[in-house]
């Protein structure tokens, strides 16, 4: 919704990094969520972004350019249980506006 | 903390029959509470924002008369699916706002924390 962008589908091995982009409109932008689904269960949180630059927890990275409309998750060191869907989630209004979602495949 | 629950987890039902579905904040208090429909290998579509102790704000193209929301406490909020059709078979799932009244807390002020979700199914 509200044109957010990230790719439908990647596929990684474990072990790898894999880099999830996320473009979106800039109006009216008061922050951007990252949470992970798996089939059939709700969205967990994973990152917040509301200022400019690279916010790192454990094995997961989130990067955000406000300018540009653009943010980032960087999953290192994937395992198998990382297979899951990952969406970008914009905060407008106190209302997010989610992505169609990158779904993850983790090869051994 | 910051535990929300729905109920229930699955349902199904015959057409034209009306479903319930109950969001609960189970630690925190939660003034506002959001419903959201996601179809097969869709994302989150918000329905309505759900605000304690007011009407519901419906997004654009979402019938209000076939979606009941009723906020009547601080820790619960439901969706009412009236004379459900198959195509309302979806995932329903509910998100809770934390409200941080404290400063140093501001960049996590907008975070929504999610119920596991309904699967509503429709005959």
């Known amino acids: 919704g509200q044109n957010i962008d990230q790719p439908t589908e990647m596929t990684a091995t474990e072990g790898a990094i894999v880099q999830i982009n996320c473009t979106y409109q800039t109006s009216g932008f008061n922050g951007l969520f990252w949470y992970q689904q798996h089939a059939g269960e709700a969205p967990t949180f994973l990152s917040y972004n509301v200022l400019d630059g690279l916010e790192e927890k454990g094995r997961f990275s989130s990067f955000l350019s406000r300018s540009k409309g653009y943010s980032y998750l960087l999953l290192k060191e994937l395992q198998m249980k990382d297979s899951a869907s990952y969406l970008c989630?914009?905060?407008?209004?106190?209302?997010?506006?989610f992505g169609a979602g990158t779904t993850v495949t983790v090869r051994a | 903390g910051a535990v929300v629950s729905q109920h229930p987890s699955r349902v199904i039902c015959k057409s034209g029959t009306s479903v319930k579905i109950e969001c609960r904040s189970l630690?925190?208090?939660?003034?506002?509470m959001f419903w959201y429909r996601q179809f097969p290998k869709k994302s989150l579509m918000l329905m309505a924002t759900?605000?304690?102790?007011?009407?519901?704000?419906?997004e654009q193209g979402v019938e209000k008369d076939k979606f009941l929301i009723n906020h009547a406490s601080l820790t619960l909020s439901t969706l009412t699916v009236t004379s459900a059709h198959p195509e309302d078979s979806s995932f329903y799932i509910c998100?809770?706002?934390?409200?941080?009244?404290?400063?140093?807390?501001?960049?996590?002020?907008?975070?929504?924390?999610f119920g596991p979700g309904t699967r509503l199914t429709v005959l």
């Open positions: 989630a914009v905060n407008r209004d106190y209302k997010l506006s």
């Open positions: 630690d925190f208090q939660a003034t506002t």
């Open positions: 759900s605000n304690e102790g007011s009407k519901a704000t419906y």
């Open positions: 998100s809770a706002r934390v409200y941080y009244g404290r400063e140093g807390r501001i960049n996590r002020a907008n975070e929504q924390f």
